[in-house]
């Protein structure tokens, strides 16, 4: 039997709709789906209610995936796709698998030789290195970064060692409430001729993107708030 395909279904990341967000014909295929692999299903179900669902939205399948997922539950996961079945891939917001879990059920797929197909959406990290002014020939995003004082401190000096070296813009993030902090240690950390953009609730009507030197943020009394945030740094 012919497995299904898993649909990669990006999310709003600021107050628009679902539908507005995706092409045409995306949505055409979205609103065919019966199974979904979300991260929430009440988010999910919210975004899916701004699309005309051919199916009841009660008797579609929303099964759930988080960074707590087992490995015998990601087998279960696609199940529907060796009965035939296409099955939509959704995050709470951005896109699938970027800084999500959900990319452990892509490998799975990938794996099983089954067709995997993404869908055009928002990417905060794009739009962040996009208005940042940094190179972005060359850049590396290096996702959350670590919660020991020592180990994130380290990890800075790392990316910014990168960044100098091969001239490779370095983005990093952490969970909104450790926004402040994570400011203030790479503003300490970093050389003053260093290049630090922050990107702050991207898409959002209260987001920014500003990129001044280090030296520069360091005359700044900066209170960052605990929204979604991208931190990029290099030289220019």
């Known amino acids: 039997m012919k497995t299904g395909t898993l649909y990669l279904i990006p999310t709003p990341i600021d107050n628009r709709e679902l539908k507005d ?8 295929k979205i609103v065919k789906l019966k199974n979904f692999v979300v991260e929430t299903p009440k988010n999910a179900r919210r975004n899916l209610g701004t699309l005309e669902m051919e199916t009841p939205m009660r008797e ?5 995936l988080s960074e707590h997922t087992r490995d015998n539950g990601l087998r279960e996961l696609l199940k529907p ?27 799975e797929a990938q794996n099983a030789d089954i067709l995997v197909v993404p869908f ?3 990417s905060s990290i794009i739009l ?18 670590p919660k020991d004082v020592e180990e994130l401190r380290k990890r800075i000096r790392l990316f910014e060692s990168l960044a100098l070296k091969l001239g490779q813009t370095q983005i990093y993030m952490d969970t909104p409430y450790r926004n402040q902090k994570l ?3 790479t503003v300490s950390v970093c050389d003053p001729n260093t290049y630090l953009c922050i990107a702050l609730n991207v898409g959002g009507e209260d987001g920014y993107i500003k990129t001044m030197s280090i030296a520069d943020w360091r005359k700044n009394d900066i209170q960052l708030p605990k929204q979604p945030c991208l931190f990029l740094i290099n030289r220019i």
């Open 120 to 122: 055009v959406g928002p």
């Open 128 to 145: 962040a290195l996009m208005g940042s002014g940094l190179n972005g020939q060359s850049f590396a995003f290096n996702g959350y970064i």
């Open 60 to 64: 579609i399948a929303m099964m759930e």
């Open 183 to 185: 400011y203030e240690h």
């Open 21 to 28: 967000i995706l092409l045409k014909e995306d949505i055409e």
């Open 81 to 107: 796709l060796y009965a035939g079945e296409d099955v939509g891939l959704m995050s709470d917001a951005g896109s699938p698998s970027i800084a999500d879990p959900g990319f452990r059920l892509v490998i």
